[in-house]
Nanobody
Framework: QVQLVESGGGLVQAGGSLRLSCAAS????????MGWYRQAPGKQRELVAV???????TYADSVKGRFTISRDNAEKTGYLQMNSLKPEDTAVYYC??????????????WGQGTQVTVSS
């Protein structure tokens, strides 16, 4: 019904930048929140950043000042600009979206994940 497709992950040296994208498609009336989470090997999934429909953003302390979350409502796409990357940012990054369907039901969806590896 709803698909989230992430792109933009890869291998980068410490200090470098990457931009992740999350494109939503399907029976979507609107998107309430879009968020990025990450999971490193042996660790729990953690919130990186979230943006609600009005534009309010929240960031994990570990990424404040380095990462920027944004969204294009018309394109139903979310972005995570990651600058000054550190080896500890290495993880699989997952996009999430709280979607209002055309039926007006509200559901939560996840992308398949994209690997980000930061070398020292």
């Amino acid at each position: 019904q709803v698909q989230l497709v992430e792109s933009g992950g890869g291998l980068v040296q410490a200090g470098g930048s990457l931009r992740l994208s999350c494109a939503a498609s399907g029976s979507i009336f609107s998107i309430y929140t879009m968020g990025w989470y990450r999971q490193a090997p042996g660790k729990q999934r953690e919130l990186v950043a979230v943006i609600i429909s009005g534009g309010t953003t929240t960031y994990a302390d570990s990424v404040k000042g380095r990462f920027t979350i944004s969204r294009d409502n018309a394109e139903k796409t979310g972005y995570l600009q990651m600058n000054s990357l550190k080896p500890e940012d290495t993880a699989v990054y997952y996009c999430s979206a709280e979607v209002v369907l055309t039926t007006r039901a509200r559901t939560l969806h996840w992308g398949q994940g994209t690997q980000v590896t930061v070398s020292s």
